[in-house]
């Protein structure tokens, strides 16, 4: 069976920092190129960052662009994403996928970032 699991998040204040973690088994982890998306209150999905299979190759929405940073771990099938200098607007809940399901609902739960002063 698929599983994600997604920690790390909290309630910081704005320039604050976090990394947050997923935990994925049920597939070879280290064949997918995988992403962050988030959801915000009210809002949509929005794509947040992805690297390739190997670690790489990233990519970045200009919204988080110099602020986040992605990586991996094949060997511990986990996926990172080092959140700096966060902003009110980087609320939301976080959700690691698989690149080619990111247009799909999550399969993980979810870790919320909350950033307020």
Do not use: H
């Not at 809002?43 to 988080?64: F, L």
């Amino acid at each position: 069976e698929l599983r994600m699991v997604e920690s790390g998040g909290g309630l910081v204040q704005p320039g604050d920092a976090l990394r947050l973690s997923c935990v994925v088994s049920g597939f070879t982890f280290s064949s997918w190129d995988m992403s962050w998306v988030r959801q915000a209150p009210g809002k949509g999905r929005e794509w947040v960052s992805t690297i390739n299979w190997s670690g790489d190759t990233t990519d970045y929405a200009d919204s988080v662009k110099g602020r986040f940073t992605i990586s991996r771990d094949n060997a511990k099938n986990t996926l990172y994403l080092r959140m700096n200098n966060l902003k009110p607007e980087d609320t939301a809940v976080y959700y690691c996928t698989k690149t080619v399901e990111r247009q799909l609902p999550p399969r993980g739960q979810g870790t919320q970032v909350t950033v307020s002063s």
